[in-house]
C-alpha cells in the first residue's frame, strides 16, 4: 500500500478540490436548467396557440413518479427530487400562464 501524498492528506488541498467539482457541477446544472426551460417555452408557446391548460396534472404525476424511481437509482432521496421537480414545474406552469395571456392580448 502507498502513502497518501501531502497534497491527499491535507485538508484544505482536498476541501478545495471537492468545491472545484461542486463549482463545476452547479454550472452544468445551470446550463441544464436553461436548456430544459428553452424547451418548456416552446411547449408553453405551443400550448397557448392551441388553447390548451398551462398545467398537465396526468403528466406531472408520471414524471413524479419516473424522477422518484430514477432518484431512487441515483441513491438521491426521492422526496428531494419530487420537491426539485414541483419547485420547477410551477415556474414553467407560471411561464405558460404568462405565455398564454401575452397571445390573448
Do not use: Y
Not at 33 to 60: N, W, Y
Not at 61 to 84: G, T, V
Amino acid at each position: 500500500m502507498t502513502e497518501p501524498t501531502s497534497t491527499e492528506s491535507d485538508p484544505a488541498v482536498v476541501l478545495a478540490g471537492l468545491r472545484g467539482s461542486i463549482d463545476n457541477i452547479d454550472a452544468a446544472l445551470i446550463f441544464l436548467l436553461a436548456e430544459r426551460f428553452r424547451c418548456t417555452k416552446q411547449v408553453g408557446v405551443l400550448k397557448a396557440k392551441h388553447d390548451m391548460p398551462a398545467s398537465d396534472p396526468t403528466r406531472e404525476e408520471q414524471q413524479i413518479a419516473r424522477l422518484r424511481r430514477l432518484a431512487e437509482d441515483a441513491d438521491l432521496d426521492p422526496a428531494f427530487a419530487e420537491k426539485w421537480f414541483n419547485f420547477v414545474v410551477a415556474e414553467v406552469i407560471r411561464h405558460h400562464r404568462n405565455e398564454a395571456a401575452a397571445q390573448q392580448s
